[in-house]
């Protein structure tokens, strides 16, 4: 039997990624941490790299697409191309947390990781999760991907959990100072290439969601925006005012 | 022997309608399917790019799967896929380019981008109309009001377009106003059926010389609300019909009197008329009944209900004359919202 290899692609974030995945071997991964628009660039990024590799396309097996959090528009060119590759080719299709993607890049055993990225209206889109101790060193989600106030956020780690906690993403830079001051002597910071969203990681994260379904169908594959339309979380606020 | 037909997948997400549509040679249809989101935005009373983004993406896939099932045939089977790429909202032509490029790619299949103004044209083909040129086309739709003079097949310019409000932007605006619902259009052409259209003498923006084939719809707008407004305060009560058909008979003629100048002025062979708003039956009745008294030669064509509104297989006919040309977009085609007349 052949084994299966993996496209990785990221656009949630600034970061416009794609990787090729063969078992634990990373074949390929090409990333721009630039500020350029993913629909024109993740194509050709893609292309490149197949080419690269000496690969065709149909050699695919699987696709694995960063379905969110992040930013809507960036995340659906992620997920409709991955969508329509996968259509196209006739292959498996996968949603991965970005979240979840992101905490992989952090390899301590036992440590806590928590994932951030700016999700405004002064919030960060957030998760927490704990790597097992033991091989495989697995990622245990401790809390659900949300997007919550960092103040909300800290007092749950204070209350609820002990020990140093490792903190990734883009939504770093903006409030290490304020991690500083809630979590004294507590919290570690990824180095700040580490904190960049890749497609190596959302591969090795679809490549276990695939052994668990190893058929899922690309139309399952559908964004976590974790956030409503703004027009319709005000309509509900509206209609919820005139009830009262 | 016969050739073989030229079959392009024409895929079409620029505003609140996901489309896919199978068109064999630029004019018969083998599949034709839109998912309207119509009634998803009705309650916002417009067009939320948001949601209207959110639903194309979860919407087009399997109606792809579906347009290429109704017309007998697989992906591989196609000579070429198309995509409208603008003008439209950002959000949601993101989806349809995204899409139709990632599935060029897995299929090796070349890519054909459309002005999605431009395809709306092209609907007329699908009827098995001949065009004689040169013609002019009014196209007026939620986000469009324009005159385009097409000099021979795939040669378009832009007469002149309108400065502020589209014709179904105006439909819409005044319906919310009397809040007779949404889509504004339909609701008003069939009220207007009750109504004089001749009972309240509502302002034509005709724009002199240097507007000769531009269009101004929210002067028109404002009468019809203060209109309303005073009324209202002086307690009279509104003949609700007679005001729409009045509103609806300043706007149609304008409409009218300017396409019928235009294809005096520039010696046209046929008008066509693209759109939802050409989908309105005043409007159909006026441009027939002038043409025949004014330019009994001019030929008018305009799609069936159905080819008014936004679809992909129009969107696969307006590819067919560049997949012939070899004008293939690629792999960085971005999604244009402002695209103007003239550019591919
Ligand atoms: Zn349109």
């Known amino acids: 039997m052949r084994t299966l290899l993996i496209l990785g692609i990221d656009t949630t974030t600034l970061s416009c990624s794609v990787a090729l995945l063969r078992e634990d071997t990373l074949l390929a991964e090409m990333t721009l941490n630039i500020k350029k628009t993913h629909s024109e660039r993740l194509m050709p990024l893609l292309d490149r790299m197949l080419t690269e590799s000496g690969i065709e396309r149909e050699e695919l097996g699987a696709i694995a697409a960063s379905a969110g959090p992040g930013s809507f528009t960036g995340l659906r060119i992620g997920v409709s191309t991955a969508r329509a590759l996968a259509q196209g080719l006739g292959i498996p299709g996968v949603p991965v947390c970005t979240l979840g993607a992101m905490a992989e890049a952090v390899p301590a055993p036992g440590a806590l990781i928590c994932p951030l990225l700016d999700a405004r209206r002064s919030e960060v889109y957030t998760a927490l999760f704990r790597r097992g101790n033991n091989e495989p060193y697995a990622l245990e989600t401790l809390l659900e991907p949300a997007a919550i106030a960092l103040e909300d956020l800290f007092a749950t780690l204070r209350e609820q959990y002990t020990g140093p906690v490792t903190f990734t993403g883009e939504g770093l830079q903006s409030c290490t100072a304020q991690i500083e001051t809630a979590l004294p002597g507590r919290a570690m910071a990824a180095s700040a290439p580490f904190r960049v969203c890749r497609a190596a990681l959302v591969a090795l994260r679809g490549k276990s969601l695939l052994r668990e379904k190893p058929g899922a169908s690309y139309l399952e594959l559908l964004p976590s925006y974790l956030r409503r339309p703004e027009a319709e979380r005000l309509a509900a606020e509206r209609q919820g005012g005139s009830k009262q | ?344």
């Open chain 2, 1 to 344: 022997m016969k050739e073989a037909p030229v079959l392009i997948l024409g895929i079409e997400t620029s505003c609140d309608e996901t489309a896919a549509a199978v068109v064999a040679d630029g004019r018969r249809i083998l599949s034709n399917l839109v998912s309207s989101q119509v009634e998803l935005h009705a309650r916002y009373g417009g067009v939320v790019p948001e949601i209207a983004s959110r639903q194309h993406l979860s919407l087009l896939n399997p109606l792809i799967d579906d347009a290429l099932k109704e017309a007998g045939v697989q992906l591989k089977d196609l000579q070429a896929i198309a995509v409208s790429h603008g003008p439209g909202l950002v959000g949601a032509l993101l989806i349809g380019v995204a899409t139709a490029k990632a599935l060029a790619y897995a299929a090796r299949l070349p890519l054909v981008s459309v002005n999605h103004l431009e395809a709306h044209l092209y609907a007329n083909q699908l009827e098995g109309a001949v065009i004689y040129y040169p013609a002019v086309n009014l196209i007026v739709s939620g986000g469009h009001s324009e005159l385009l003079l097409i000099e021979e097949s795939g040669a378009i310019k832009s007469l002149g377009r309108t400065r502020d409000d589209a014709a179904g932007e105006a439909f819409d605006k005044i319906a919310r106003v009397l809040e007779l619902g949404y889509p504004g259009g339909p609701l008003i052409d069939k009220m207007a059926r009750e109504g004089n259209p001749a009972a309240i003498d509502f302002p034509r923006a005709w724009l002199g010389n240097d507007g000769l084939y531009d269009f101004s719809f929210s002067g028109l707008k404002t009468a019809v609300i203060n209109h309303l407004y005073h009324a209202r305060r002086r307690g009279e009560q509104i003949n609700l019909p007679d005001l729409v058909a009045s509103f609806q008979e300043a706007l149609i003629e304008v409409l009218v009197e300017k396409t019928v100048a235009a294809a005096g002025d520039l010696e046209a062979q046929t008008v066509l008329m693209s759109g939802g708003v050409a989908a309105n039956s005043h409007l159909r009745r006026r441009m027939q009944e002038r043409l025949r008294a004014t330019l009994p030669s001019v030929v008018l064509h305009y799609p069936d209900l159905k080819l008014c509104t936004d679809n992909a297989a129009m969107i696969a006919a307006a590819a067919y004359p560049l997949y012939q040309k070899k004008r293939f977009a690629s792999l960085d085609l971005n999604a244009e919202p402002g695209l103007g007349i003239g550019r591919p």
